[in-house]
């Protein structure tokens, strides 16, 4: 069974969610993670003004997604940075030349989910998880969040992430604050929970 672990990350905090939702799908026996970017549109120009170079150098191991891989998981876990309230238009722009896929129905039935990251607490990571699930509806996923069996969402006693639509991750004004471990606990569960539901889906 192949979890498809898809994301675009900017300045990296993303990316580590990424590789922590991923070892989360690998508990599962017999699940496989792939870990995907998607391709990006910004000119190096901007990239270079955004200070994100050498983040996306630090990440280019990880190759480009095909639409077609979309069709070939059994699962799909999205990893999308807060742009306004919403995903990111890298991701966006993806997602529109899936319309293929939208046509034949490949995506019908499979498990999709989605976690986030924001500069701020309440910066907008529940309306961008959220309003991210309308695009997995569209294409007939299942959709699955972040239940409060994992009780790390209800923690106050530090600033966190993660809610039920989703785990997330409060990255700064500045990008100064990488993942905390909570943050990294609701990453983990949430890729371990699509993986035993997809197996249970495709059994
Ligand atoms: C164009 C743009 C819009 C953004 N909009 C928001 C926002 O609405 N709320 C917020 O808290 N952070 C916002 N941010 C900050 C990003 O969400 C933050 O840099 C990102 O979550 C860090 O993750 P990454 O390192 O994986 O890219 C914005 C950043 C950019 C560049």
Redesign the pocket.
Known sequence: MKVLVVY????????RMAQTVAEGVREVPGAEAVLRRVAETLTPEVLEA?GAVE?QKSMSDIPICTVDELAQADAIIFGT?????NM?GQMRQFLDATVELWLDGSLVGKVGSVF?????QH???ESTLLSFHLTLMHQGMVIVGLPYTFQGQMRIDEITGCSPYGAS?I?GGQ?ERMPSDNELAGARFQGRHVAQIAKKLTD
């Open positions: 675009y990350s900017m300045y990296g905090h993303i990316h955004m983040a940075p807060t742009r306004y309230g990111c986030t990251s924001s500069a701020t910066g907008g990571q991750t990255a990008g």
